[in-house]
């Protein structure tokens, strides 16, 4: 098998992270689950998540 | 406006750091036995936007941290107030002291199998013959992928797994397990990788058990 990237490996975990905050976790009834388009949005927005990626390290190693 | 972060046992202890807008988090009732972390908010404030997942996920980790267990709340809306709040969890206590029971003491792990595409195949003779290949490659890593789930859940309280079968992945698993047992999973991962060959394995977290906080009456 081949081991990623760190870029790799920083893409996966951001896609993890918004796909885990926005389609995970409990909901209240009567929540809207946000519409493809608005998180294709979102997904747009990675490469500016990409600038927190080592928040997202310090709380990985803690 | 309320922006729900989680839900622990009462009382809640709150970390010391601010949610979205670096808004001060406070505790709000949200059945007998239960507060939701939360944090008041203008109506803006609810949208999507990567610095808001940021700060709601960084507060989901440190409340994580703080409580003996938490099931994180899905990043939505928001909520008019406590009393709605209330309302909207109305006839699920018993199904959250019992999801907090289940996920105490566990962290979540996720995995993503992808296919390896680094290897240039040699040149196809045809375009059937291309396509013919790319869909053994992502047969191939599906049925690798199906393996090594296979080989993980025994090291997991419990599990999920999703086949995707696409070209950039082909399977996702997120794996609910016991910090105590951290070591076996990757033990289990490591003597599984052993036999992989042709795909890629990302491993992320740990994460909060925001796969496993999903409720039954979430499901519809």
Redesign the interface.
């Known amino acids: 098998?081949?081991?990623?990237s760190p870029a790799?490996?920083q893409q996966?975990?951001l896609v993890?992270?918004?796909d885990?905050?926005?389609?995970?976790?409990?909901?209240?009834?009567?929540?809207?689950t946000?519409s493809v388009a608005?998180v294709d949005l979102?997904y747009v927005?990675?490469r500016?998540?990409l600038a927190?990626v080592s928040?997202?390290e310090q709380?990985?190693a803690? | 406006m309320l922006h729900m972060y989680a839900l622990v046992r009462h009382p809640a202890a709150l970390p010391d750091i601010g949610g979205i807008d670096e808004a001060p988090l406070r505790s709000a009732a949200a059945a007998e036995g239960i507060d939701a972390v939360v944090t008041d908010t203008n109506a803006e404030a609810g949208a999507p936007t990567e610095a808001a997942i940021l700060a709601h996920a960084e507060v989901v980790e440190a409340v994580a941290a703080a409580n003996d267990s938490v099931l994180p709340a899905r990043f939505a809306g928001g909520v008019p107030d406590e009393d709605e709040l209330r309302r909207r969890l109305d006839g699920r206590r018993e199904s959250i002291l019992e999801a907090l029971d289940r996920v105490e003491g566990c962290v979540e792990l996720g995995l993503r199998v992808l296919p390896d595409t680094r290897e240039e195949p040699s040149p196809a003779a045809s375009g059937s013959e291309y396509m013919r290949r790319r869909l053994d490659e992502v047969a191939r890593a599906e049925e690798l992928g199906r393996t090594l789930h296979g080989s993980l859940v025994g090291a997991s309280r419990e599990s999920s797994c999703n086949v995707l079968g696409r070209r950039d992945v082909v399977l996702t698993g997120a794996y609910l397990v016991a910090r105590d047992n951290l070591d076996r999973f990757h033990a289990a991962l490591h003597e599984a990788e052993r036999e992989l060959a042709g795909v890629t394995l990302v491993l992320t977290g740990p994460w909060p058990p925001y796969s496993f906080a999903l409720l039954e009456a979430d499901a519809t």
Do not use: C
Not at chain 1, 1 to 4: A, Q, T
Not at chain 1, 20 to 32: F, H, Q, W, Y
């Open positions: 098998m081949s081991s990623p790799l490996q996966v975990t993890e992270l918004v885990r905050v926005l389609n995970k976790g409990v909901a209240l009834t009567g929540d809207i946000l608005g979102v927005g990675l500016v998540l927190s928040t997202l709380l990985d803690e």
